[in-house]
């Protein structure tokens, strides 16, 4: 256990419908990141935190995704109108930003999304 | 961020050493090498990093060559345990962030 937390570990929906995924992650992480991973694929970058602040975006994340971060601690990621292509695993970290050192990224255990 | 390569799989016996290669031959002079391992059902998970000298740590030791196109992690006592993909990243360090860019990774079994 890494202290990330996701929620829910599985969810099964039918195309066309609206799913919310939860991070929280540990408690004085600053930075928050999103992943996707699909099968016998590496994680892909999706979006990054900075406490409330969403500083990157990437191209995977189209206009039917939105993350928020409103607090600055946990995290949401909602997908509108889904696609068999969004099944996937839904990959939260975190890590701390510290002038020095290691700014590993500490990762949950993932939600994984089929889209039927 | 410098590209990375990796053999899809190995195998190891357990209790033999495990070393597991990356090229990175278009690395810069400030990108540092780290290695993640992603255990089945589970999120990735940090292990080591180095920019040119070797490290060791208590999970494993990273290798990099003294020109630093390849680097090779070692895992000195594979158990079954350490059966996982293992990822090899080339990242820029520093206290602003870097998301984490991932291949395939390799693919090792370790075997009784």
């Known amino acids: 256990d890494t202290g990330v937390s996701q929620n829910p570990r599985h969810k099964i929906t039918k195309r066309g419908q609206n799913v919310t995924f939860r991070c929280d992650p540990i408690?004085?992480?600053?930075?928050l990141y999103w992943y996707r991973q699909t099968l016998g694929q590496g994680p892909e970058f999706l979006t990054y935190?900075?406490?409330?602040?969403?500083?990157?975006k990437s191209r995977l994340l189209s206009d039917r995704f939105s993350a928020e971060r409103p607090k600055g601690s946990f995290s949401t990621l909602e997908i509108q109108r889904t696609e068999q292509g969004d099944s996937a695993m839904y990959l939260c970290a975190s890590s701390l930003a510290r002038g020095q050192g290691n700014n590993e990224q500490f990762f949950g255990p993932g939600t994984r999304l089929t889209v039927l | 961020d410098a590209k990375t390569t990796q053999p899809p799989s190995m195998d190891c016996a357990e209790g033999r050493a495990a070393n597991l290669p990356c090229n990175h031959s278009t690395i810069s002079g400030n990108e540092y090498v780290y290695w993640y391992r992603q255990i089945h059902s589970q999120g990735p998970q940090y292990i080591i990093h180095?920019?040119?000298n070797n490290e060791t740590n208590e999970m494993a030791s990273l290798i990099i060559t003294e020109d630093r196109k390849s680097s090779t992690l070692i895992l000195p006592h594979a158990t079954l345990r350490d059966t996982a993909v293992y990822y090899c990243i080339v990242r820029l360090f520093s206290g602003g962030y870097n998301k984490l860019i991932f291949g395939a990774g390799t693919r090792l079994a370790v075997h009784p």
């Open positions: 180095g920019l040119k």
């Open positions: 408690s004085e992480h600053n930075r």
């Open positions: 935190f900075q406490n409330e602040a969403q500083l990157e």
